[in-house]
């Protein structure tokens, strides 16, 4: 079993970045297809984008398409979100999941995903 741990969230102006990183323990990340999700104020928690066990293919929402860049290292069991060009729109809790036996296609259905993170808080000010 794979523990997550998300960080890099903080206050932003429109139009800057960050870049979000979600740390695992306990099995090596190789072994998972890994998503990222966010929750804004009063709104139900959405897909961002997902990313292949290998990392060589990805998807996002389109929403983000252009600005938001899903990337891993399984080396280090780590897997990023870099956000550039960010929207007050953007704001929101980002979570991290990951599942050893869904593809990351499955995780557009954003249900029944094994493994989640306790979520870091993006705050983008216009």
């Known amino acids: 079993q794979v523990q997550l741990v998300e960080s890099g969230g903080g206050l932003v102006q429109a139009g800057g970045s960050l870049r979000l990183s979600c740390a695992a323990s306990g099995r090596a990340v190789r072994s998972y297809a890994m998503g990222w999700f966010r929750q804004a104020p009063g709104n139900e928690r959405k897909f961002v984008g997902s990313i292949s066990r290998s990392g060589s293919t990805t998807i996002y929402t389109d929403s983000v398409k252009g600005r938001f860049t899903i990337s891993r290292d399984n080396a280090k069991n780590t897997v990023y979100l870099q956000m550039n060009s960010l929207r007050p729109e953007d704001t929101a809790v980002y979570y991290c999941?990951?599942?050893?036996?869904?593809?990351?296609?499955?995780?557009?259905?954003?249900?029944?995903?094994?493994?989640w993170g306790q979520g870091t808080l993006v705050t983008v000010s216009s």
């Open positions: 999941a990951a599942d050893a036996d869904k593809t990351y296609v499955d995780f557009l259905r954003m249900s029944g995903l094994e493994v």
